[in-house]
C-alpha cells in the first residue's frame, strides 16, 4: 500500500506521511512518559529552568574544548538554533580562562545563494557564520580564541569542510535544535520525485549523505521567518549547505536541545519516541539517530506544551 502525500507539501516527504497511530501515540505522550524513553544510547534529560537548559548546553562547549591538547585536538559542532547559549560559552572561557588553541568549533550550516553559487556573506543578516562570530567566538578574549584555522563553516564548495571532519579532530559532540520539520542542522526530507517518488530513500541511503547543498522543506522557510525574521518569509533564502548525517556519525555524542521555541509539542514527542523505538523513517530526520551510539535529547520542561486540542 503506498504512503499517503504529505498534509502540508504534497511534493515533499514529511512526518506527516507516517501512519496515522504512530503519530497519535506520540501526542499521547505525557512528560513522565518521554522521561522513560530512555533506553541505553538515547538519554532524555529535563530541565526546570531556562538558565540551567542553556547553562548546561553551553557546559558542553568547555567540555570539549577542556579535552584539546596538541595530540589531541578536539572540538564541538554548534547550532545556530537555538543560540542563547553562545555568549555564555564565552563567558564561560574568559572567566575560566580557558587556552583554546588546540579546540575546534564546526558551523554546522549556512544559507546558499544560487544566484552567485555561493554561501550568502558574513553580511547577510540571517547568516549564520556571523551570529556564532558576533555571539560567541568575537567575544572570547583575544588570547584565549580558537585559532582561525580551527573554525570550520561551510562553504558552497563544500570539500574543505568535509575533509576538516576527517583531519584527525576529534568532535565530542554534535549539538543541535530540531526543526518543525524534523531535522538537524539543515537535514530536511526529501521531495517526493524521481526514485523517491513512491517512498522516502531507506535510513541506510540518507544517513550515507554527507555535506551537502539542499533545497529547503517549505516549513522549514516558514519556521526560519518566525523564529529569526520577525516572520518576512521573503528574506530566507530557499537552499543551504548542511552538514551531513555522514559527519554526524563521526561525532562522539549527539546532543539536541529542545526548549519549545522552535518545535512543537507534537514533535518533541515524536522523533524522542522514533529513536527510543528504533524506528528510523528518513521522512522524518531526527528519527535516524535511533542508530547513533549515543545520543541526549534535553527538554526545557515548561516548553513541552501540550498535544490537547484547544481553540485559540
Request: aromatic share 8%; proline share 8%.
Amino acid at each position: 500500500m503506498p504512503r499517503k502525500p504529505s498534509h502540508i507539501a504534497p511534493d515533499w516527504w514529511d512526518y506527516t506521511t507516517l501512519d496515522s497511530e504512530l503519530i497519535q501515540h506520540a501526542a499521547g505522550l505525557s512528560e513522565r512518559d518521554l522521561r522513560q524513553l530512555s533506553r541505553p544510547g538515547f538519554k532524555v534529560v529535563m530541565y526546570d529552568t531556562l538558565e540551567d537548559f542553556y547553562l548546561a548546553e553551553a557546559l558542553e562547549y568547555i567540555h570539549a574544548w577542556r579535552q584539546a591538547t596538541a595530540d589531541n585536538p578536539v572540538g564541538i559542532c554548534g547550532p545556530i538554533g537555538p543560540t542563547e547559549q553562545l555568549p555564555l560559552v564565552a563567558r564561560l572561557v574568559n572567566e575560566l580562562g580557558l587556552d583554546l588553541r588546540h579546540g575546534h568549533f564546526w558551523g554546522m550550516d549556512e544559507w546558499y545563494d544560487p544566484e552567485t553559487g555561493k554561501e550568502v556573506p558574513v553580511s547577510h543578516p540571517l547568516s549564520f557564520e556571523r551570529a556564532d562570530r558576533e555571539l560567541c567566538l568575537h567575544r572570547i578574549e583575544e588570547k584565549l580564541r580558537l585559532p582561525e584555522a580551527h573554525l570550520h563553516f561551510p562553504r558552497a564548495d563544500v570539500a574543505e569542510y568535509a575533509d576538516s571532519w576527517d583531519s584527525g579532530v576529534r568532535c565530542a559532540v554534535m549539538q543541535g535544535g530540531q526543526g518543525d520539520i524534523k531535522h538537524w542542522a539543515f537535514n530536511d526530507p526529501v521531495k517526493r520525485a524521481g526514485a523517491y517518488l513512491d517512498a522516502p530513500p531507506s535510513p541506510a541511503e540518507y544517513r550515507a549523505l554527507g555535506t551537502r547543498i539542499v533545497e529547503l522543506h517549505p516549513v522549514t522557510l516558514a519556521q526560519n521567518a518566525r523564529t529569526s525574521g520577525g516572520g518576512n518569509i521573503t528574506l530566507v533564502p530557499k537552499m543551504a549547505i548542511t552538514v551531513g548525517p555522514r559527519e554526524t556519525w563521526l561525532a562522539d555524542k549527539v546532543s539536541i536541545w529542545q526548549a519549545g521555541t522552535h518545535d512543537n509539542p507534537l514533535g518533541q514527542r515524536l522523533t524522542a519516541l522514533m529513536i527510543s523505538k528504533g524506528l528510523a523513517d528518513s521522512a522524518v530526520p531526527m528519527s535516524l539517530l535511533a542508530d547513533h551510539p549515543d545520543v541526549q535529547f534535553n527538554y526545557y520542561r515548561p516548553g513541552l506544551g501540550s498535544c490537547a486540542v484547544e481553540m485559540h
